[in-house]
């Protein structure tokens, strides 16, 4: 009788453990207005890409709040510009944009979040820009996407 209750346990389990290492990636940024990387590697044969986004300060969203976004490079300039009309209460996004590929809500000091997102989504052939939409910060807070194998 044991054995059938843990089964469906242990399936559960398996897709965690199946995830390859360079389909994770962990990124964060502090009080200040830089991510801890400006490059970022994507494997197409991923299938499913996670980012791992900590805000490693203590402001608040309100007054120095990161996102980590991802978008074709040509569309930032226009999503960042709909994000400051969409507001904190919208995550400085615009909402349900098909241009938006991926993103974290704001984030404040202390806080985390993950996105996890699929890389059949991405062209081998465009270019790609991940971002933070937060107000004023997308000149500094930005880092390029180079998409593998
Ligand atoms: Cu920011």
């Known amino acids: 009788m044991r054995f059938y209750l843990l089964l469906p346990l242990a399936i559960a389990l398996l897709p965690t453990v199946a995830a390859a290492d360079n389909c994770e990636v962990s990124i964060s940024a502090g009080d200040g207005m830089a991510f801890s990387t400006r490059t970022m590697n994507i494997p197409l044969s991923c299938g499913e890409f996670t980012v791992n986004f900590e805000h490693t300060g203590r402001l ?18 226009e999503i960042v510009n709909a994000g400051i009309t969409a507001g904190l209460a919208n995550d ?6 098909a241009r938006v590929i991926a993103s974290t809500p704001i984030l404040g000091g202390g ?39």
Do not use: I
């Not at 608040?60 to 300039?77: C, E, F, I, R, Y």
């Not at 400085?92 to 944009?97: Q, S």
């Open 92 to 97: 400085y996004l615009p909402e349900n944009d």
């Open 111 to 149: 806080e985390n979040a993950s996105v996890t997102f699929e890389t059949g989504s991405l062209n081998a052939d465009s270019s790609y820009t991940f971002f933070c939409s937060f107000p004023g910060h997308s000149a500094m807070m930005r880092g390029s996407v180079n998409l593998v194998d």
């Open 60 to 77: 608040p969203k309100g007054g120095m709040g990161h996102n980590w976004v991802l978008a074709q490079t040509s569309d930032v300039p």
